[in-house]
């Protein structure tokens, strides 16, 4: 059973960062791929941003781009999203993911955090 832990989230004032990681248990055909998800209250779960444990490719949905910077440790098995300029608008739970393809699909994750809240006051 793989096992995804997130860590980092917080109350941060518009404007400022934070960082968030995130750890998976081990890593398979099935964890190819780590994503981060949010899901901001009355609203669906969205794509944030994606990277492989090969490569150095990294996909950002639109409104994080410039802003937010996905990395990856590949010998601690860690992801970590870098959030800078943070707006009131990037407020929601985030959830780090595991799955088989570089996508901003949810479905093609198969492995998910518990999710961490990150709280942006204006």
């Known amino acids: 059973q793989v096992q995804v832990v997130e860590s980092g989230g917080g109350l941060v004032q518009a404007g400022d960062s934070l960082r968030l990681s995130c750890v998976v248990s081990?890593?398979?055909?099935?964890?190819?791929?780590m994503g981060w998800f949010r899901q901001a209250p009355r609203k669906e779960r969205e794509f944030v941003a994606s990277v492989a444990w090969s490569g150095n490719s990294t996909y950002y949905t639109d409104s994080v781009k410039g802003r937010f910077t996905i990395s990856k440790d590949n010998a601690k098995r860690m992801v970590h999203l870098q959030m800078n300029d943070l707006k009131v608008e990037d407020t929601a739970v985030y959830y780090c993911?595991?799955?088989?393809?570089?996508?901003?699909?949810?479905?093609?994750?198969?492995?998910w955090g518990q999710g961490t809240q990150v709280t942006v006051s204006s």
């Open positions: 993911a595991a799955g088989r393809l570089v996508t901003g699909l949810s479905r093609a994750y198969g492995y």
């Open positions: 081990r890593r398979t055909s099935d964890t190819y791929a």
